[in-house]
């Protein structure tokens, strides 16, 4: 691969990683502008509301009753998995062409 390649992937990975971080920087700004203005309405709205709260009628609490998880049950293995086999042995012989030519190096 040519450097001109190498410089232009590069300059393109940079490319890509700016635009998606602008785009979560954008996102992100975006979001705080609307819970800033949603934060802005409700404050307002609280406070022309009347601030004295009606009284709530206290309600005896009530007592719940969960049953326990049942216990989970208890798996046993009654066969065991088969004895796995040991792969046959393959020999390959080369025999070396006459002459003595194998070009594998010198026996020296």
């Known amino acids: 691969m040519n450097s001109i390649h190498r410089i232009g992937m ?3 990975g940079m490319a890509t990683v700016a635009t998606v971080a602008g785009a979560f ?13 949603q934060a802005t309405a409700q404050a307002s709205a609280t406070a022309t509301a009347d601030p004295t709260p009606d009284p709530t009628v206290s309600l005896e609490p009530q007592t719940i009753y969960i049953n326990p998880m049942p216990t989970p049950a208890i798996i046993r293995v009654v066969k065991p998995a088969p004895k796995v086999r040991k792969p046959p042995v393959v020999h390959i012989v080369v025999t070396a062409p006459p002459g003595g030519g194998d070009d594998g190096g010198s026996d020296n």
């Open 10 to 12: 590069a300059i393109a």
């Open 25 to 37: 920087i954008i996102e992100g700004y975006t979001s705080a502008q609307h819970t800033a203005a």
